[in-house]
């Protein structure tokens, strides 16, 4: 069975650029989830899916931040514009309706 | 709200010592729980998790963890710690909503082990 895949693996971008991460979750995974992990932190969820519906979105910085899942599969987390502060790995997870999520390798923005 | 609270940021072992990570949360209903590893540049891994039944779980790699309900806990636990064990590890609570569950983690114990 094929993991979470996410890309790229790796990201340096100038603060005020935009970057844009993707996220392809297990086949059949109706749930999806976007984090952010700061160094030294845990996991903060950023956003999560249900299908192609946003059930919870409450810790994303919107005026920055958007994310997208349009056919209920692949998914899209914007930066726009960035912020040195936004330097973290960026985890997407998927879960079908059993409660455990698995996590993809995750994407390492740098904002310089 | 739901929190998880990992008291110890960082701990150290030597190799075949027993082991130990805390993990107290803070849920209103009956939570589901898990810990996930995390080595350097990777992804999360899961562990072990615990929904319902018994309060002792067992898990990969030899590990095992305890949920005890009076004491809000669920301690990851391993009889003789293994080099490779050297990680990043996080205990996460799942609140259920619906058919969908957000997963809520805390801040990660770092453990290194000693040969």
């Known amino acids: 069975e094929a993991g979470v895949a996410q890309s790229p693996r790796y990201k340096i971008i100038e603060k005020r650029q935009s970057v844009a991460f993707w996220c392809n979750p297990i086949?059949?995974?109706?749930?999806l989830y976007w984090y952010q992990q700061i160094l030294g932190q845990g996991p903060k969820l950023l956003i999560q899916?249900?299908?192609?519906?946003?059930?919870?979105d409450s810790q994303l910085p919107k005026d920055r931040f958007s994310a997208e899942r349009l056919k209920g599969v692949d998914s899209t987390l914007k930066i726009q514009p960035a912020k040195l502060e936004d330097s973290a790995v960026y985890l997407c997870a998927s879960s079908a309706d059993t409660g455990q999520a698995f996590f993809g390798q995750g994407t390492r923005l740098t904002v310089v | 709200a739901q929190s998880v609270t990992q008291p110890d940021i960082h701990i150290t072992v030597s190799e075949g010592a027993s082991l130990e990570l805390r993990c107290n949360y803070s849920y209103g209903a009956t939570p589901y729980l898990f810990w996930y590893v995390q080595s350097p540049g990777q992804g999360l891994q899961l562990l072990l998790k615990?929904?319902?039944?018994?309060?002792l779980v067992q898990g990969i790699k030899g590990f095992e963890a305890e949920f005890k309900r009076s004491q809000s806990s669920f301690n990851l636990r391993k009889p003789s710690v293994h080099w490779s064990d050297a990680a990043e590890y996080f205990c996460a609570v799942g609140a259920r909503s619906g058919r969908t569950d957000k997963l809520i983690f805390g801040t990660g114990t770092r453990l290194q082990v000693f040969p």
């Open positions: 899916f249900q299908n192609n519906g946003v059930v919870d």
């Open positions: 615990y929904f319902s039944g018994d309060t």
């Open positions: 086949s059949g995974h109706a749930t």
